[in-house]
């Protein structure tokens, strides 16, 4: 994930400002295996079923998803282990009975917890629940204004239960969130987007490109052309840049295209050229995609996996083997390998002369296209002359697409 707020203060900062914030929210250091994130799919169960679902969930029980004694059990293990967050994902978790407690017991323990949801069922009782949790953060997932919301969630009135949802946790004081897959038929509306976070007063904007997996899979030909995506970044980073030099605290990030991150050098180097050499420090500190390393998932069955996106391969099950003894195990090829470093990406990824800042990218989508883990990545949307694989033209740094 790109903290794109957080990369444009640091260069909107005075010279000799020490940086805002670390360039990555990691988990502290310890001898061993990285500690990850862990996004924690607890239930398959969705009222919605939304086009580029990646667990394809749907409105119907999924049999064996672990009990409220296992989920305990797990947590026991990730907390001795040193995870420092949870997110709690779907599905939609609200409809699992026992999502306050197992949050309680979350956040009685000392893990940062978030919440993942389509907002549709947070009503104002409901809000009220997840205030007292006090949970860190609500991400609410919106595709687009009111007709193109409910479209891609295939559901009538969605966005405005969704909107209500936004508008309860807000009203109490959480730390609240939208969350916008881009893609060709909803691009257009990222500006609308972008002014309704303002307006409501959210504290944070993700934005996701679309990865092949479940039906994001299916519907990968929606894929933003890259000349949309390209258009997409310039936007946010137009808008982070306004709000930097304003002085305004609203995040907002990227993921699932770790291109962004050398996509914004290029927008720095022609828009603040003295300042472009400390932001590229930063970025390879940062150092792109983590999947596997930083971040990891359990999904409702206990299998875990390098990142949300990878349900198609399990590295174990926790219900067999500690969470702490698969994430150790580097006899796993797939896992050794994104722990490698650099990572061994073939065709353009391999040839970048910025592999370290963006570490090659998702490997799903290249292992959708190509069958391949370690191919070029399809949804790379910077051009040759972007990534040093040709001269860029004189007096230009890395001309955007016409």
């Not at 400002?17 to 994130?37: I, K, L």
């Not at 907002?119 to 193109?148: F, K, P, Q």
């Not at 971040?295 to 391969?313: E, F, K, Q, S």
Request: net charge neutral; proline share 5%; hydrophobic share 40%.
């Amino acid at each position: 994930m790109l903290r794109l707020s957080q990369f444009m203060r640091d260069l909107a900062a005075p010279e000799g400002a020490a940086p805002a914030a670390p360039s990555r929210a990691r988990p502290t250091a310890r001898p061993g295996p990285p500690r990850p994130v862990v996004i924690w799919n607890l239930i398959r169960r969705c009222n919605l079923n939304c086009r580029h679902c990646y667990s394809i969930s749907a409105d119907v029980d999924f049999p064996g998803e672990l009990s409220t004694a296992q989920v305990g059990a797990v947590m026991d293990d990730l907390r001795r282990f040193g995870v420092p967050a949870l997110i709690l994902s779907g599905g939609e978790p609200l409809l699992r009975p026992d999502i306050f407690e197992i949050s309680a017991r979350a956040k009685a323990m000392g893990f940062y917890v978030g919440l993942s949801s389509n907002g549709t069922a947070i009503d104002a009782a409901t809000a009220d629940r997840i205030a007292r949790i006090g949970y860190d953060y609500v991400g609410i997932s919106l595709d687009g204004l009111e007709e193109t919301h409910d479209r891609f969630r295939r559901q009538k009135g969605a966005f405005a239960a969704s909107l209500a949802g936004v508008r309860h946790c807000r009203d109490r004081g959480l730390k609240v969130g939208l969350r916008f897959t881009v893609t060709r038929d909803n691009a257009a509306e990222l500006p609308a987007l972008l002014d309704l976070a303002e307006a409501e007063g959210v504290h944070k904007f993700y934005l996701s490109h679309l990865n092949y997996a479940g039906r994001g899979n299916r519907n990968r030909g929606d894929d933003a052309e890259h000349a949309m995506t390209r258009a997409a970044m310039d936007l946010l980073f137009e808008r982070c840049w306004d709000q930097a030099r304003r002085g305004v605290e609203r995040e907002v990030t990227t993921g699932n295209n770790d291109a962004d991150g050398v996509y914004l050098l290029h927008w720095a180097r022609r828009r603040v050229p003295e300042r472009a050499g400390r932001l590229e420090a930063a970025l390879r500190r940062w150092g792109g995609n983590s999947c596997g390393v930083n971040i990891a998932n359990i999904d409702n069955l206990g299998n875990v996996h390098p990142d949300t996106m990878w349900w198609h391969h399990s590295l174990g099950n926790v219900k067999d083997r500690p969470f702490s003894e698969i994430w150790s195990d580097l006899s796993e090829p797939l896992l050794a390998g994104l722990r490698a470093r650099p990572r061994a990406v073939a065709g353009r990824c391999g040839a970048c002369l910025h592999l370290a800042i963006c570490n090659g990218s998702s490997r799903v989508r290249p292992f959708r296209a190509h069958g391949d883990v370690w191919a070029e990545d399809p949804g790379c949307y910077l051009t040759d002359a972007e990534i040093g694989l040709e001269p860029a033209e004189e007096g230009a740094d890395a001309l955007a697409l016409a």
